[in-house]
């Protein structure tokens, strides 16, 4: 899974891959069969471990995938697969294996337990995010800097107060994904959401046959901690919040790279791309590129159009299951979710090695004093106060601001999951 | 403001118009300068009414449009016309008006004012929507169809199911506007987010001047009735989430709109656009277009990039006020915000006037019941039950599924707000 | 048609606004009765002045604007109140306006004839703006600045140089909009491609009435000067095709802002945005923003996800005429077009009026020598040619480069249309 | 290289792979190294066949994507692999590669090479769907059918007219693809666009060195069989014009897919997806569903996304090489190149396979005849003709239309590359 397109995405490691996905619906598919044996539906099975029936070879995989286009998504084949592989050693798992589930049910499901590892993966790069900028936030609270505004020259700041707003952008990405971490829905409908074979199956063991199935597919949830959930094959929000929420991330990592990029000039020098080794160029031997900051930008630029991709997709939706819009999701999702992934380490990385130069920031607000104190100038006339002459006198509520940033990333932190 | 390009928009009426846009400005700025004599700071005066000073002339408003260029936003022009409405009754407001403020506080409050217009306005839709979708769900929860999946019939449903679907797609739209519409944050940092300014204002009256200074931001918030916040200049989360859940409908409503158009067609037979007086041809006489459908279509079809935009737009922030990605929000979020509240509306009409024919559903399903029962004799041959032969026995659990999103509905309608 | 949410939109004139897609459809309507009157279909008639039936008032606008949405366009009720119009001067024309045509033909073609004068407008400024760039790729061909790549300093360029890599980037989009210009084609078709109607009109007059209907089209295509063709009620390459050089454009001149805005911050002040009056600030008084490069930048930001969407119309075709896809087309179309406009015009102003600061550029390259010539001493390594220590000797071809390309913008500028 | 994420990515073989873009960068270096050989600059060398070079193992591969990251693209780290690999057999070449370029410059190249094949794969595609179209077309000129607009029956059509329309669609994408084919161009600017170091390089062999070095990239694209060009490091219209004939390209296979979808339900039965093997369910064992159509449907529900990425990247250029743009390019432009491929031959198949029902498309228009020859009758009221009663006798120029498409296509495919 070597991306030359995307360098970086390694960082993502097993994420969301072509493998990964076959793991997470193995996983599915036996959850569902041990739902369907626990409730005497299906004979007891000796099962040879999930991680066996997962491990396909190279070329198994590579068939896989050359069989998916028949049916349109790689359930079907990977069906075959499992149950050939279960044929001597547990024939009855083999003929019960997906048993009133739809392709759709196993797939949906799957890419929420793959999501939610993404989800998992970009908390933990926020959390150290939020204990990076709270440091930075602290430490450069008295460091004065130029503010500026459409380019220009405004009025005085500190670096503080600039990493006190990222820190407050990284925070919200945090509450949205805190929010949509804990609701992911399990996907469990039948052929066309009405759970009619899963009730069947039911029928000679519940009175009422058609709560039983859907108490099934709540012991299907309890199973891979999802959220129970009635069938959702054509309302595809909870695939639309995760996008929303995954692009809103890359947002405030592209703004913090942009400003990376910006003050790391040289015309600027007021930060440097700290870290070894990156950054070099084929042909300038001296060239010291933050690249971080470039990569990061970059997953910026792309991240939008993806997650529109998937509202058109959702857009798209008709019939009890779509024919398109689905299967227009998996792609996208995996590109946006990798790509936030490895953005967001890239930035915890960017953030823990960062180097500030306040003596060059200072300068710079020195020398740029005529014009961030020209708004007090005003103010004094209308006032009638004093005239204020250093630009570290006018900096308002800065402190309190960076206060108030700090408190809450403290929260954050104390309530966060493990 | 009429919309030749997109029928329907005279729905949307003076929501998010450049008229309405300049009563929210001005309603911002007076809040601010009442905020400012509440703390002694400016002097008392004895201001025009609102309305007064809202109502521009057609050429007072033409000129405010050239003038926007000059400074990037429409703010600087507009204060000067407030100005000099106010010199000669009372030039002590003309000189105190905006003070501590910057253009975008001004901007992206009023922005939150009309946003807070447009969202109740969905809401009302939505409410509406819910009614009408539990009447019909509960109405045609026997009324079999065929179960359609990837075009082809798969097995039995219920009309009532189709529609419960929508209602909960509808009801996960109400949830994400409801949380949104209780956290709209008030802007007011001043020049560069530092409230350095409104400090300076404060200082004489106040030990602690930057605490007064953001006392007096908490004091327009409520006056306004929006969030307190801290200064968001450059952390655009605000704006997107508000996209995100307007493009999230946007989704739903084209959604339902796609299978109203299917099943309208002459081969489906199976719904009818109701209404009178629509869905004429300029050609052929008979005809009978499905339009709202049509429309609500077209808006699905749009919103998506339109919230891109705003999420591009978001990630281009760098400083302490951005350089362009600032500007490029607000037309894409007028014309997504109109687009949605017309879209709403036209959902709730379409809901209102559908004509349902459950002879034909039936018919359909009747003729196709051999497919539709194919998944049926599937499981009949694993567990050995009796043999369905009407596709009304195969529905599982449909009536179970309706029940819960009319519960959820129910809940919803009751904790509505008013 | 204030709009407050884009401001410089006054640039755009009357292009696309509604009331001269009013006029736009007039005329369509009425050299297609012309075409019907010549062929001794239609009766003749003693019409009014196009202007007098294209003249509604702005109520009668406003009306249109609320009947357009019962049949899903505009087209229907202006007929409606054309034949109103013409009722008692003319009642044979009333009678035979429109006749074989359907709503899409009209639209699609006024379209064609308002984005004609778009990409009018746009030429002109583009020839201005390769004139503009011409004189200062030539006057700032020896200009020495610091080359950067990915942020950092690289290699030494000429200002000139840069100058004239916009230059080609305008080139560019002045040959694609060139190709385009002249291949608009003419929408005829009737209710659904066949020109059924048309040919029966024809029917008593031509041997050959489907030969003589398919003249008529020609006919139409060639009174208005567009180009001949079959119907393409469902093929919507040639909307996307203007979208697609639309934002092209925008992106070439978005890339020129980004330069400019960078080079006009105070740590660089190697150019300023020149003219007066302009990027003034609503709170600092010294404040002068590069304001055009910001609003430029901004439509840069916001072109490719209205392009995007033409495409997702275009790709949602369906049927003989499409139940959205095309709707959906009207809106971001009219949009892109008024904000490509925009930003020509004010690349124009900006390239008119930018004042280059070569002492400021000449001193940063001069300042970072080392760095600027190390590849140079790595070159030296390789070949054991003699050190260079003035970035100046180290420009390569860069003159031979800016020749290329003021050789191409001369060659365009002599063949261009008048 | 298996995607399960997009079923039928096979399809699209190693084009734009990781390791086709090692062997298209290779192949780059090599005749870059070639054209320093000839002219005299380097050494001659006696390099290992192209093959050898380009032959990385897994573990290779991997490392490079690793390696990829610390200068923010693959070049760099393939030099050094190259350098290892010539060390001991060709000293001197592996002193010499890549003397005189950056990275942009080979790696642009070498996606011009990849996208020559991509074009030509498609180009291939193009004809075999031009063949097959013309044929469907001529066969079913004389096949009735009910001609629907906004989903309503309209007039009669046959479905010849369909396919003929297919077909122009099909041919003006080809047309586009043609224009690009012959003028994809090499990219060769050395460290900023100035040519100063092959300058460098050339300067002891020629007396205008700097023209020298513009005939040695011009050398480079005749040994590439590019176009040569000026630098266009940061003008990007290049990529974007490919990336707007893709998503072209996507949008017209979408239009006929959705056809397809359409009139292969079984409320319709007009069309079937033929093939074997396709379609099936994973627990329905009737279905048959028309996948190819579903899969390429979803190809144009995210192509234009992708093409707005191009785009948007294009409009963040800067300086003399971008900050992220250009980073941004590769992965959206590989992911829309293999859709399209991918959807590009999956159309090829579709309309090989598909099969046409006459008999249920003659008896829907028949049964609609009321509807479809409303038109007609009101024509007949303004010029008195007889009364048409068979929809077959109400088909206007449809004939002619047919015939004019299957000429063009008689052209393309006459004129066609081989």
């Given at each position: 899974v070597t991306d030359l397109y995307w360098p970086g995405d390694t960082r993502a490691g097993d994420?969301?891959?072509?493998?990964?996905?076959?793991?997470?619906?193995?996983?599915v598919e036996l959850a569902w069969h041990a739902v369907l044996v626990d409730a005497g539906i299906a004979p007891k099975a000796d099962l040879p471990a999930e991680a066996?029936?997962?491990?396909?070879?190279?070329?198994?995989?590579?068939?896989?995938?050359?069989?998916?286009?028949?049916?349109?998504?790689?359930?079907?084949?990977?069906?075959?697969?499992?149950?050939?592989?279960?044929?001597?050693?547990?024939?009855?798992?083999?003929?019960?294996?997906?048993?009133?589930?739809?392709?759709?049910?196993?797939?949906?499901t799957a890419l929420m337990l793959q999501l939610r590892d993404v989800l998992d993966g970009i908390q933990?790069?926020?959390?150290?995010?939020?204990?990076?900028?709270?440091?930075?936030?602290?430490q450069h609270r008295g460091t004065l800097a130029a503010g500026r505004t459409l380019t220009q020259h405004a009025?005085?700041?500190?670096?503080?107060?600039?990493?006190?707003s990222w820190l407050s952008g990284v925070l919200d990405v945090a509450d949205d994904l805190d929010l949509l971490r804990d609701s992911l829905p399990v996907q469990?409908?039948?052929?066309?959401?009405?759970?009619?074979?899963?009730t069947e199956l039911v029928r000679d063991r519940q009175l009422d046959p058609a709560r039983g199935a859907l108490e099934l597919t709540a012991e299907l949830a309890a199973r891979l901690r999802l959220r129970p959930s009635q069938p959702w094959h054509s309302n595809r929000r909870p695939i639309t919040r995760i996008a929303d929420a995954l692009v809103a991330g890359c947002d405030t990592w592209g703004w913090i790279a942009n400003d990376?990029?910006?003050?790391?000039?040289?015309?600027?020098?007021?930060?440097?791309?700290?870290?070894?080794?990156?950054?070099?160029?084929?042909?300038?031997?001296?060239?010291?590129?933050?690249?971080?900051?470039?990569?990061?930008?970059?997953?910026?630029?792309?991240?939008?159009a993806l997650a529109a991709t998937l509202h058109a997709a959702a857009a798209a939706a008709v019939d009890q299951r779509p024919d398109g819009g689905w299967h227009a999701e998996w792609q996208p999702l995996r590109t946006l979710a990798r790509n936030a992934v490895t953005a967001a380490s890239q930035t915890t990385e960017l953030l823990s090695h960062l180097e500030v130069h306040p003596d060059r920031m200072r300068r710079i607000a020195e020398?740029?004093?005529?014009?961030?104190?020209?708004?007090?100038?005003?103010?004094?006339?209308?006032?009638?106060?004093?005239?204020?002459?250093?630009?570290?006198?006018?900096?308002?509520a800065t402190d309190l601001i960076i206060d108030a940033s700090l408190q809450r990333a403290n929260l954050a932190l104390a309530g966060s999951h493990p």
């Open positions: 994420l969301m891959t072509s493998r990964s996905l076959v793991a997470a619906l193995v996983r066996e029936l997962t491990a396909l070879s190279d070329s198994e995989l590579r068939q896989l995938g050359a069989d998916a286009e028949a049916g349109g998504n790689p359930v079907i084949p990977l069906l075959a697969v499992l149950r050939a592989k279960l044929e001597s050693s547990a024939p009855e798992a083999a003929r019960w294996l997906h048993r009133g589930l739809t392709s759709q049910d196993a797939l949906d933990r790069e926020l959390r150290n995010q939020v204990r990076e900028l709270s440091t930075l936030a602290d009025v005085p700041v500190t670096f503080g107060l600039t990493v006190a469990a409908g039948g052929a066309a959401g009405t759970l009619a074979a899963v990376v990029l910006l003050r790391a000039r040289p015309e600027f020098g007021e930060l440097t791309e700290g870290g070894a080794g990156r950054g070099g160029s084929s042909t300038m031997p001296h060239k010291q590129n933050p690249i971080l900051s470039v990569l990061i930008r970059r997953a910026a630029l792309t991240a939008p020398e740029a004093a005529g014009d961030l104190l020209a708004e007090s100038e005003a103010i004094r006339q209308l006032t009638g106060g004093s005239m204020i002459t250093d630009p570290a006198h006018y900096l308002g």
